[in-house]
């Protein structure tokens, strides 16, 4: 790839990893496609960006909830000429609770925007980038993705989905230019926690920075990694490796217990 300035498409840009991200490929004197649920944040998000690092800034507010909205956001880029260099598919979220108890509409959405919206991106995107013979994608999962989730079972499974998605295409990718780095980073201090009423979980007591994963990320996307976990707590990173040696009964009890809110223990 040439040292020609890249245009970075992030999908929800707002807020910790997609804040972070975008700062870093501003920091490079990237222009940036920025996409988020809000339009109001986004302008002033745009507004910032464009000050502090004189890159040009677009904006296209999506709910990523509604199929359409995908198909919004690569329309936009081809109305306005805009080429796709780096793809970053940041935009997912999670909640707590009991799947049986949890309100059904709610992880119907979980599922639009972090399975549906993220393969609806790649398969708009990936095949302009491949034509060109370049491009650079990074498909934001989580360490979550490594194991079963009881009181978040459809968002881990939804992140396990986008770590086997990312790595079969990866492969396939091989040869063509193109590469797709699947990112699975620890706990990390975002509000994502607080939108999904996690804050009060023993799993997120402790939070790394996201300024800090985003820079490990985008790193590796650049090599053309295939995954990477930036910033997993130590504890956590020391127990992964028997994951899959241990019965799964006993990961799932401890899973549980891990995001069970603290007052429950008392």
Same mark, same amino acid.
């Given at each position: 790839?040439?040292?020609?300035?890249?245009?970075? $498409?992030?999908?929800?840009? !707002?807020?910790?990893?997609?804040?972070?991200?975008?700062?870093?490929?501003?920091?490079?004197?990237?222009?940036?496609?920025?996409?988020?649920?809000?339009?109001?944040?986004?302008?002033?998000?745009?507004?910032?960006?464009?000050?502090?690092?004189?890159?040009?800034?677009?904006?296209?507010?999506? #709910?990523?909830?509604? @199929?359409?909205?995908?198909?919004?956001? !690569?329309?936009?880029?081809?109305?306005?000429?805009?080429?796709?260099?780096?793809?970053?598919?940041?935009?997912?979220?999670?909640?707590?609770?009991?799947?049986?108890?949890?309100?059904?509409?709610? #992880?119907?959405?979980?599922?639009?925007?972090?399975?549906?919206?993220?393969?609806?991106?790649?398969? =708009?995107?990936?095949?302009?980038?491949?034509?060109?013979?370049?491009?650079?994608?990074?498909?934001?999962?989580?360490?979550?993705?490594?194991?079963?989730?009881? =009181?978040?079972?459809?968002?881990?499974?939804?992140?396990?989905?986008?770590?086997?998605?990312?790595?079969?295409?990866?492969?396939?990718?091989?040869?063509?230019?193109?590469?797709?780095?699947?990112?699975?980073?620890?706990?990390?201090?975002?509000?994502?926690?607080?939108?999904?009423?996690?804050?009060?979980?023993?799993?997120?007591?402790?939070? @790394?920075?996201?300024?800090?994963?985003?820079?490990?990320? !985008?790193?590796?996307?650049?090599?053309?990694?295939?995954?990477?976990?930036?910033?997993?707590?130590?504890?956590?990173? $020391?127990? $992964?490796?028997?994951?899959?040696?241990?019965?799964?009964?006993?990961?799932?009890?401890?899973?549980?217990?891990?995001?069970?809110?603290?007052? @429950?223990?008392?």
């Amino acid at each position: 790839m040439n040292n020609k300035p890249k245009t970075a $498409l992030i999908t929800g840009s !707002y807020g910790g990893l997609g804040s972070a991200f975008a700062r870093i490929h501003a920091k490079n004197g990237g222009a940036l496609i920025i996409s988020d649920l809000n339009e109001d944040r986004l302008s002033e998000q745009k507004e910032l960006l464009e000050k502090e690092y004189s890159v040009p800034v677009y904006t296209v507010s999506a #709910d990523l909830t509604k @199929a359409e909205n995908t198909k919004k956001i !690569y329309r936009f880029c081809k109305d306005n000429s805009l080429s796709v260099d780096y793809l970053i598919c940041n935009a997912g979220f999670g909640g707590q609770g009991s799947f049986a108890m949890r309100d059904i509409e709610k #992880d119907m959405a979980m599922l639009a925007v972090n399975v549906q919206a993220n393969t609806m991106l790649l398969k =708009l995107f990936l095949p302009d980038m491949i034509s060109r013979g370049s491009g650079r994608v990074l498909l934001v999962s989580s360490i979550s993705a490594l194991l079963p989730g009881p =009181l978040q079972a459809v968002y881990f499974a939804s992140k396990a989905y986008l770590k086997s998605l990312g790595n079969a295409i990866w492969r396939e990718l091989k040869g063509t230019g193109v590469t797709l780095t699947t990112v699975m980073p620890g706990i990390l201090a975002t509000d994502f926690a607080e939108k999904g009423h996690l804050e009060d979980t023993l799993l997120f007591s402790k939070r @790394a920075s996201p300024k800090e994963a985003a820079k490990k990320a !985008y790193s590796a996307m650049l090599k053309g990694k295939m995954n990477v976990s930036p910033c997993v707590q130590l504890p956590l990173r $020391l127990s $992964l490796p028997f994951v899959p040696i241990l019965p799964k009964s006993i990961v799932t009890g401890l899973v549980f217990m891990l995001q069970k809110k603290r007052d @429950a223990f008392i």
